[in-house]
């Protein structure tokens, strides 16, 4: 049997204002896309012919069909996907934003958010799986879906199942009356790779931050930043062997800067930089980064490989409208850099 990447975490769908220029904008003035970062990573990975299992929790309805069938239709494995609880969760995001930005999440009460610890049978959704990827996002819904990621990481790690966590920090939620450092260090201490960028880092494991870093405006400065994070997460969780970092700098003149660092074998390794103008849609493109650090430690790959392909596929989401990519491999090869 080939082994599977697995990922679990929260779908949601999302309602946007149709992008600028739409010919039909007056008959179809909003647009919806399906989304989640880890079902976004898991098409990316789909859609790069890793195979793939998503795991989640939808409510018994036609549209949860219509869902599950596109999945499929994208090739990602459905068995692992729970029917259970009310409603699927839905966020509304505004034309160009990001994350940070306009966005409005009616997602109180979803299938996920409702999952308890012993609803899920790992053993079974951890059949086949090598690699399990979730995010900062799942643990930030609610104590009960962060103890079923413990459940989930402790699963994995028994088995010897590579987990890699997304510090994805989403400010408006963590609602529940726990900070995130508070609940995060449980789960990365079973994490053997981690993702995300200085800033959350600090936030979400308690590592430190140069509040002046802005001010000194030198990329190295930056990278340093990067290999001193890198070094405590992985001093503060020893399991933890590969760190990733983003940087990306959107100006007001409509000008944004990219690029990423990759922490392994303990050295700092960095991408070339990628520099664009406007941008299309900002969702996802960090997911398309998780993609495709998987994509090529799943295939063995050099890590100054790893890095520039996962770099230019998230630069490359950049100009894609909705949350998942839609960018084949050769189409990410050909993303070029400044460098
Ligand atoms: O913010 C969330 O919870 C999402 O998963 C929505 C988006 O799909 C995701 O953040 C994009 O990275």
Redesign the pocket.
Same mark, same amino acid.
């Given at each position: 049997m080939i082994s599977k990447v697995l990922c679990f =975490?929260?779908l +949601?769908l *999302?309602v946007s204002p149709a992008p600028q220029n739409e010919k039909d904008a007056e008959k179809h003035p909003f647009y919806l896309y399906m989304? =989640?970062?880890e079902a $976004?990573v898991a098409t990316a990975l789909a859609g790069w012919g890793v195979p793939v299992k998503y795991c989640t929790a939808l409510p018994a309805n036609f549209m949860s069909s219509h869902i599950i069938d596109y999945l499929e239709y994208k090739g990602i494995f459905t068995s692992s996907i729970l029917m259970s609880g009310d409603r699927i969760g839905v966020?509304y995001l505004e034309r160009g934003a990001d +994350?940070k930005g306009s966005v409005v999440y009616d997602r109180a009460g979803s299938s996920f958010s409702a999952l308890k610890p012993g609803m899920i049978d790992w053993d079974k959704v951890f059949r086949d799986v090598s690699w399990f990827n979730f995010t900062a996002?799942s643990p930030a819904l609610g104590w009960d879906v962060a103890q079923v990621c413990l459940e989930a990481v402790k699963a994995a790690s028994a088995k010897g199942i590579k987990i890699s966590c997304d510090l $994805?920090y *989403?400010s408006r +939620?963590w609602k529940y009356g726990k900070e995130p450092a508070e609940v995060m260090p449980a789960l990365v201490e079973y994490c053997d790779f981690v993702m995300g960028n200085i800033w959350s880092a600090n936030t979400l494991l308690g590592t430190s931050i140069d509040a002046d870093i802005h001010g000194k405006k030198q990329k190295q400065a930056y990278l340093d930043h990067a290999e001193l994070t890198s070094k405590e997460i992985m001093a503060k969780f020893p399991k933890v062997k590969t760190v990733a970092n983003t940087f990306r700098f959107d100006s007001e003149a409509d000008h944004t800067l990219y690029y990423t660092t990759l922490y392994h074998d303990q050295k700092l390794l960095h991408s070339p930089e990628f520099t664009c103008g406007a941008v299309v849609d900002r969702?996802?493109s =960090? &997911?398309c980064f998780m993609a495709g650090l998987i994509y090529g430690f799943y295939h063995h790959n050099e890590p100054q490989d790893i890095l520039n392909y996962a770099t230019a596929a998230a630069f490359g989401k950049l100009q894609e409208q909705g &949350?998942a990519t839609e960018q084949d491999v050769l189409m990410v090869k050909r993303v070029t850099s400044n460098d």
């Open positions: =975490g929260e +949601l *999302r989304g =989640g970062a $976004n966020y +994350l996002i $994805n *989403r +939620l969702s996802g =960090g &997911d &949350d």
